[in-house]
């Protein structure tokens, strides 16, 4: 079997293939134009999230048998057409929730204890103890929102904090030792810690607007680390100003681009411009599930799952 590889990953994912028998070619460069003039001689594809995977795309490729995405989220390819042609879909969820629990958990920690703040503060010559009193996880309950593999990590990781943990998910029966599984209802009534980790779909694309913000009980703080698209970033704006939201943890922003390598305005909307200048708001460049040991572990997933399938 042929595979292209449409974008750089861990070496060990080229190296472990050849030895298995597949024929490897690597294309990081050309356009998706002229990936489709030659994608009809490869019967797999390897890619992040260089260009989306379409019906236009999927028609020029006639031998394809799969597409491995080396990350968590199969958006960026038009899965039912995919399918519709015969076509596996392997991704890699598992690669990387440990290293997406740990960094929102340090998110978390950071929003409580005013770490970014007082570090400001202090690099231009203020001492200020009372304005940078802390919170405490401790009693707290955190309310995740996708009980898969990274708001199961996430779970995990919380078990140490003697805080209550409650999910939402739309599948039944995921509940497990490290958090009750509750109704939507009950977790917006619940909830002092939000904690995002769905996929991007139509169920959840602009999920988190104000009338989702106004239906929980008490003033809540926000983590995103799942897609940007989720969050209305002018509401979440609006809900900090108003105290609705105390905080928010972002590694993903409303305006991404599809690759996730840049953000893809020109000129910045106004909502985000005032994102940027509160205090009790930290962000990342999608980077959540991104550190040395994840890159590893992705590519090792993707290799054993297309060794699993055809060898």
């Given at each position: 079997m042929k595979i292209l590889h449409l974008d750089n990953n861990h070496p060990l994912l080229l190296k472990q293939l050849t030895e298995a028998g597949f024929e490897n070619e690597e294309d990081y460069s050309s356009s998706k134009e002229d990936v489709e003039r030659v994608i009809s001689k490869y019967d797999g594809i390897v890619i992040r999230s260089r260009f989306n995977i379409d019906k236009e795309f999927l028609d020029a490729a006639s031998k394809l048998k799969f597409i491995a995405r080396v990350g968590a989220g199969l958006e960026s390819i038009d899965i039912q057409y995919a399918e519709s042609k015969g076509i596996t879909l392997f991704s890699a969820p598992e690669g990387n929730?440990?290293?997406?629990?740990?960094?929102?958990?340090?998110?978390?920690?950071?929003?409580?204890?005013?770490?970014?703040?007082?570090?400001?503060?202090?690099?231009?010559?203020?001492?200020?103890r009372e304005e940078n009193r802390g919170l405490e996880l401790d009693g707290k309950t955190v309310g995740i929102i996708g009980y898969g593999n990274t708001g199961r990590a996430f779970a995990k990781k919380l078990r140490g904090f003697n805080c209550q943990v409650i999910c939402y998910d739309i599948k039944d029966n995921l509940g497990d030792e490290n958090a009750t599984q509750i109704s939507l209802k009950e977790l917006h009534k619940e909830t002092d810690v939000l904690s995002l980790h769905t996929p991007w779909t139509s169920l959840t694309d602009k999920m988190v607007d104000s009338e989702f913000i106004n239906n929980f009980s008490?003033?809540?703080?926000?983590?995103?680390?799942?897609?940007?698209?989720?969050?209305?970033?002018s509401d979440l704006v609006s809900a900090l100003k108003s105290g609705k939201i105390l905080g928010a943890?972002?590694?993903?922003?409303?305006?991404?681009?599809?690759?996730?390598?840049?953000?893809?305005?020109?000129?910045?909307?106004?909502?985000?411009?005032?994102?940027?200048t509160i205090d009790q708001v930290i962000l990342s460049p999608h980077i959540a599930g991104w550190t040395k040991e994840s890159k590893e572990k992705l590519a090792q997933v993707i290799v054993d799952k297309i060794k699993a399938k055809y060898k």
């Open positions: 929730s440990n290293a997406v629990a740990e960094h929102v958990l340090g998110m978390l920690l950071s929003l409580f204890n005013k770490l970014l703040k007082a570090d400001r503060e202090i690099r231009n010559g203020e001492w200020n008490k003033p809540f703080w926000l983590l995103n680390t799942a897609r940007g698209k989720i969050v209305v970033t943890g972002l590694d993903v922003l409303e305006f991404e681009k599809s690759s996730f390598e840049a953000l893809f305005i020109s000129e910045m909307p106004n909502a985000f411009q005032e994102l940027m």
